[in-house]
């Protein structure tokens, strides 16, 4: 099975803040990446599929960039409803694992 | 509006077993790759077990392999997960979810653009 890592595990931030989040697979992936967000109590969103494309309806500050290994998650400007657990998930392989999570706290 | 919409979680003993439905609307069922996927408390998402559009083809995790059965029902547009022999580690939040095909010049990706609510599977005696 492909592993993920984050980091960080989790990140404290301000509104107005641009926050990176990394994601690195235990083999190349090429760029068979996806985004998710998670609110508590509530399923995963995605917000970033095939490394780099922005899921229709979410916000142009988040980005993401990457292939082979090492993946981005680039959020602009932090707003209100931004702070969340971030996972990223690859669908190179089955199973399509995720990664531990980064969780975003308000400072 | 496309919709995912889980039942059967509860409360189970260690042993015993449960069927989850996740009864879908909106979309063309028999189009899409189907998947169930788990959450344990705090934790984050663990895949469990996927099916074809057609029924042809499953997966499932090795945690999970001869214990749980996923099906569909195409006719009914509702996915189901029979679980058996269950341990306290199976205990979690399980989230069906449409897996959808995005193709560019190149290459064709997939990822879960819907998800279901969650339904609370409890392992306990």
């Known amino acids: 099975d492909i592993q993920l890592t984050q980091s960080p595990s989790s990140l404290s931030a301000s509104v107005g803040d641009r926050v990176t989040i990394t994601c690195r697979a235990s083999?190349?992936?090429?760029?068979?990446l996806n985004w998710y967000q998670q609110k508590p109590g509530k399923a995963p969103d995605v917000l970033i599929y095939a490394a780099s494309n922005l899921q229709s309806g979410v916000p142009s500050r988040f980005s993401g960039s990457g292939s082979g290994t090492d993946f981005t998650l680039t959020i602009s400007s932090l707003q209100p409803e931004d702070f969340a657990t971030y996972y990223c998930?690859?669908?190179?392989?089955?199973?399509?694992?995720f990664g531990p999570g980064t969780k975003l706290e308000i400072k | 509006e496309v919709q995912l919409v889980e039942s059967g979680g509860g409360l189970v003993q260690p042993g015993g077993s449960l069927r989850l439905s996740c009864v879908a609307s909106?979309?063309?069922?028999?189009?899409?790759?189907m998947h169930w996927v788990r959450q344990a408390p705090g934790k984050g998402p663990k895949y469990v077990s996927a099916i074809a559009g057609d029924g042809g083809s499953t997966y499932y995790a090795n945690s999970v392999k001869g214990r749980f059965t996923i099906s569909r029902d195409n006719s009914k547009n509702t996915l189901y997960l029979q679980m058996g022999s269950l341990r306290a580690e199976d205990m979690a939040v399980y989230f069906c979810?449409?897996?959808?095909?995005?193709?560019?010049?190149?290459?064709?990706?997939?990822?879960?653009?819907?998800w279901g609510q969650g339904t609370l599977v409890t392992v306990s005696s």
């Open positions: 998930q690859q669908s190179y392989s089955t199973p399509r694992t």
């Open positions: 909106g979309f063309t069922f028999s189009g899409y790759n």
């Open positions: 083999q190349s992936i090429s760029t068979y």
């Open positions: 979810a449409r897996e959808r095909e995005y193709c560019d010049s190149t290459k064709c990706y997939l990822y879960f653009d819907y």
